[in-house]
């Protein structure tokens, strides 16, 4: 690999401006399901790839005018052009698959055509009879959820973190992003990821959309169907010898429906005093507890129970605004827009936010509060010109992505954002 610039990581809040992203486009492996795989590939219904292609176009459009953007697939092609970095990759997913009989098979693969196995999926052969009475079509499965590259992995301040993924269909995805930061030589640091050595490491799972930085020394982690609270416990034992996060407020999120699998699908924030939020889970109403942690000295100092989330963050001296997911009207539109990642927004600055168009009521509450509708072909087309406006949502149409579980925030892996 020819010598590059490295990129120096650094997330310290969830709102300063971008300078460098991580995306995947999503392709071939999103259709590479059917209605009867969609419940074991995390769907609950199957995409319109050249749909949901337009869509997220958009979002990368956007982000392209802010931002350093990496593809996926760009840096998973440098990795596997050295034959070290290829062999140590494959190793690990064929071992952790319980696949090591294709790994011969694999490294004799072309790079440019490995990399679409490794995503898209390896075809199962049938050359024998287990094979042959195996009703899978894959012997590495498609990752169709890659597209949400915020989850495999995640930065805090200058360190990496590789998830540690509830859903076993998604154990590759951590292992491709692990690769990239420990190999790639943009980045070439070493990531942190829960291994056999660590104490209940079982039951820890740890997932990027439940993991926000709220500033340097604060984060505000979800727990529930992807996140446990040994993975909450985890990252903490990694960070108290840094002494660098004093506070760590941890929601409890619900296990049904599906739209509640991440923190970030409840709460997401817009500026410096400025968020949105699902409101029977953020305040509590549906009876899921508020943890304040301090730690001091490379301790754990005290822990308990707070009334929620935003008064959490005013003890801390953060008075953030709260704006309703759907507006404040009824209870039926906020259920409709939360699912459809109606709280899932992605900050590019301060006051300067990615959503999804069809999201109107959530649209027309934060409208209210000072922020510009603006639709991203507007904006990709110039029509519209971004300086011109102090705080804005870019919509992207979204129709097709927001039923992949996900929107915005979920779609991306910030890297590095100014102080």
Not at 88 to 95: A, E, P, S, V
Not at 105 to 131: A, S
Not at 255 to 280: A, G, Q
Not at 403 to 411: L, Q, T, V, W
Request: one cysteine or more; charged letters at 25%; proline letters at 4%.
């Amino acid at each position: 690999m020819s010598e590059v610039e490295k990129i120096k990581v650094g997330i310290n809040s969830e709102i300063g401006e971008i300078e460098a992203v991580i995306i995947h486009s999503p392709g071939p492996e999103v259709e590479n399901m059917t209605p009867s795989t969609a419940e074991r590939a995390l769907y609950s219904d199957i995409l319109n790839l050249s749909v949901a292609s337009k869509e997220f176009s958009q979002l990368k459009g956007i982000l392209k005018n802010y931002a350093k953007v990496f593809e996926v697939k760009d840096l998973l092609y440098d990795i596997l052009k050295n034959e070290q970095s290829k062999k140590d990759l494959l190793k690990k997913i064929t071992n952790t698959c319980g696949l090591t009989d294709i790994y011969h098979k694999l490294t004799e693969i072309p790079e440019r055509i490995l990399i679409n196995q490794l995503i898209e999926g390896v075809l199962l052969e049938k050359i024998n009879l287990t094979n042959y009475l195996n009703k899978g079509n894959y012997s590495l499965e498609p990752l169709h959820n890659f597209f949400f590259t915020r989850d495999p992995s995640f930065v805090i301040n200058s360190n990496v973190f590789i998830a540690k993924m509830a859903k076993n269909v998604r154990i590759r995805e951590a292992l491709i992003m692990e690769a990239i930061f420990n190999y790639h030589p943009q980045f070439q640091i070493k990531a942190y990821c829960p291994d056999s050595k660590n104490i209940n490491e079982k039951a820890i799972t740890i997932e990027g959309g439940d993991i926000m930085v709220v500033n340097n020394n604060t984060l505000l982690i979800g727990i529930g169907p992807r996140t446990t609270s040994q993975g909450v416990d985890y990252i903490i034992n990694q960070l108290l010898e840094k002494e660098e996060i004093k506070y760590i407020i941890v929601q409890e999120l619900p296990y049904s429906p599906e739209s509640f699998i991440h923190l970030d699908m409840v709460l997401t924030f817009l500026d410096k005093n400025t968020c949105i939020i699902y409101e029977p889970v953020i305040y509590n109403r549906l009876n899921f507890q508020t943890v304040l942690i301090k730690l001091d000295k490379g301790k754990i100092k005290n822990i308990e129970t707070v009334d929620d989330v935003i008064i959490s963050l005013k003890k801390l001296g953060l008075d953030i605004r709260p704006v309703p997911c759907g507006g404040s009207k009824e209870i039926l539109i906020q259920e409709r827009e939360q699912w459809h990642s109606g709280a899932n927004f992605f900050a590019l600055a301060p006051g300067k936010i990615i959503g999804y168009e069809r999201n109107v009521h959530t649209n027309e509450a934060l409208n209210k509060h000072g922020y510009e509708i603006i639709k991203a072909t507007d904006v990709l087309n110039g029509i519209k010109d971004l300086n011109n406006y102090k705080k804005f949502v870019i919509t992207i149409e979204g129709g097709e992505l927001a039923r992949g579980g996900g929107g915005p925030r979920c779609m991306t892996l910030p890297i590095k954002r100014k102080n």
